[in-house]
């Protein structure tokens, strides 16, 4: 079984819906992060949590808020989708920021219409 | 502002070796990563590198200058499953990864 999965893989919605991204993981991890990824550009931040009662924004949070409801559940939601919003997004976990190599989940694409 | 900066697309053949730089330009500096990611799936760890010198894991190795803001990362013995994206990133003052664009690698038989 996948240490790190997402849920959904794929989504369509439509302008102003709500849409929630989740991440769940077996690693027994305190970190976790929410990256988007675009065509031409790197990773970008969208948020990142410490650990349950630790959550930050990161460099594009704007349009995005999440919920860790436990150390192995961290979700994204987009308030009102935009379809400059469409990407393909990732959930990540890390053990501590002394090595921080990041644990990437499947990844779900999102489209925005 | 922060910048990391790769070649945007390399090809090399079956069985040689490639060097894919990265050049970066952040607010501090905590260590270089390097990841894979196969097109459609996620990244996947390759390498790390907090000191100067040449990091050699198998086939891949990375190499670190903090004072010239470059690090390398050298294919060897290149496979056709090597193509993929290559991702250079950064950790800043912050702890943060800052990630490049990455490289596109394609190995042609």
């Known amino acids: 079984d996948a240490d790190v999965t997402q849920t959904p893989r794929n989504r369509i919605t439509k302008t102003g819906k709500r849409i929630m991204l989740e991440c769940s993981q077996t690693k027994g991890h305190d970190r976790m992060y929410w990256y988007r990824q675009d065509p031409g550009l790197g990773l970008r931040l969208i948020y990142y949590s410490f650990d349950v009662k630790d959550i930050n924004k990161g460099e594009i949070s704007d349009g995005y808020s999440v919920s860790r409801q436990a150390q192995a559940k961290f979700s994204l939601s987009l308030e009102s989708a935009i379809p400059n919003q469409t990407a393909l997004y990732f959930c990540?976990?890390?053990?501590?920021?002394?090595?921080?190599?990041?644990?990437f989940g499947p990844g779900t694409r999102l489209t925005v219409l | 502002g922060q910048n990391i900066d790769q070649p945007t697309e390399m090809t090399a053949t079956e069985g040689a070796i490639v060097q894919i730089n990265c050049t970066y330009q952040t607010s501090g500096f905590n260590g270089l990563f390097w990841y894979q990611q196969h097109a459609g799936e996620a990244p996947t760890f390759l390498s790390y590198n907090v000191l100067d010198g040449l990091e050699e894991k198998g086939r891949f190795s990375s190499f670190l200058s903090r004072s010239k803001g470059y690090s390398y990362l050298l294919l060897k013995e290149l496979q056709m499953k090597d193509s993929a994206s290559y991702l250079c990133a950064v950790r800043d003052s912050n702890y943060q990864l800052i990630w490049g664009a990455g490289t596109k690698l394609i190995i042609k038989p």
């Open positions: 990540a976990t890390s053990v501590s920021a002394d090595y921080n190599e990041q644990f």
